[in-house]
């Protein structure tokens, strides 16, 4: 089992390291981490939470940007979205919903003029191995669904996540104690900048 999830991992190319904050990322935190001697590849993400509706049901749904690099989808059905009125999403959403690959849904909070998305494709997501979906500060407070759509949809003056992968991290077993030993070695070298960042960002959202 953990040899197919390590697979898996590397073939999708799942990142090492994820990299949160509610003030958010830019470019040139994105550069300054990826100099680091053993980052291997770093990528910004965009991610909102909002409000899915299908008839009169609601639910909170994380909506993603596919981005590219890292955290490759598996499309199990379908296609990616081709235009910004399309959405991918996962097999549950479509089951719990008695949706199909054709169907429209409401998706709020986007860039879009209309909440209108086109379902195309049916996918599995690297950042979504477990049946835990997260949590949230909308709704009851846990997000039931992921759904990914075009960057361009969830785009903002900032990134909310940054997700990186470690030199070497691919060559071993997934939480053997060598890729353990690996990650934690750079996540010490990122903790050596991270008042500066985080004192960076305030004076650039607050200052």
Do not use: W
């Amino acid at each position: 089992m953990i040899m197919s999830l390590d697979k898996y991992f590397d073939k999708h190319k799942a990142y090492d390291i994820e990299i949160a904050s509610t003030l958010g990322f830019t470019e040139k935190d994105i550069k300054e981490i990826g100099r680091f001697e053993n980052v291997e590849a770093v990528i910004g993400s965009y991610m909102r939470d909002n409000y899915l509706k299908v008839d009169s049901k609601e639910s909170v749904v994380r909506i993603l940007g596919i981005g590219d690099n890292l955290n490759e989808l598996y499309v199990k059905d379908g296609r990616l979205p081709k235009n910004d009125k399309e959405v991918v999403v996962e097999s549950k959403l479509l089951r719990d919903n008695n949706l199909k690959i054709g169907d429209f849904v409401s998706i709020g909070g986007t860039n879009n003029d209309s909440d209108n998305f086109k379902i195309v494709g049916v996918i599995v997501s690297p950042l979504y191995f477990s049946m835990d979906r997260g949590m949230t500060n909308i709704g009851n407070g846990q997000v039931k669904y992921y759904v990914y759509v075009s960057d361009s949809v969830v785009k903002n003056d900032y990134y909310t996540h940054i997700y990186l992968t470690v030199n070497g991290a691919s060559d071993c077993i997934t939480n053997s104690e060598l890729y353990k030993d690996k990650v934690y070695d750079v996540k010490k070298e990122l903790s050596s900048i991270k008042k500066d960042l985080e004192e960076r960002r305030f004076e650039e959202v607050y200052g």
